[in-house]
Nanobody, 116 residues
Framework: QVQLVESGGGLVQPGGSLRLSCAASGFTFSAYVMSWYRQAPGKERELVADITSTGRTTNYAGSVKGRFTISRDNAKNTVYLQMNSLKPEDTAVYYC?????????WGQGTPVTVSS
């Protein structure tokens, strides 16, 4: 069964940190570009960061650059999003996505709330 399962979301105070994980199964993880997206209430889903299949190249949205780090462990079929210096505007449901030439797979999302 092809699936992505996110974990690690929760409630954190402004300035705090969280590490999201996304575990893949049912497909050749190391062949896929992996991405993290987020969707805040009433807003469109937006790209947060992505990472190439080898992990050599990463890309970030301007709003998170310098605060978030995407990484992957192909041996564990897992992609991570380390989020530091969190702000209230980072509050959203965070989704991971796997993309190859002919297939796109989405996870179910994990909520992140940044509030005091």
């Amino acid at each position: 069964q092809v699936q992505l399962v996110e974990s690690g979301g929760g409630l954190v105070q402004p300035g705090g940190s969280l590490r999201l994980s996304c575990a893949a199964s049912g497909f050749t993880f190391s062949a896929y570009v992996m991405s993290w997206y987020r969707q805040a209430p009433g807003k469109e889903r937006e790209l947060v960061a992505d990472i190439t299949s080898t992990g050599r190249t990463t890309n970030y949205a301007g709003s998170v650059k310098g605060r978030f780090t995407i990484s992957r462990d192909n041996a564990k079929n897992t992609v991570y999003l380390q989020m530091n210096s969190l702000k209230p505007e980072d509050t959203a449901v965070y989704y991971c996505k796997a993309r190859a030439l002919t297939r796109v797979v989405w996870g179910q999302g994990t909520p992140v709330t940044v509030s005091s």
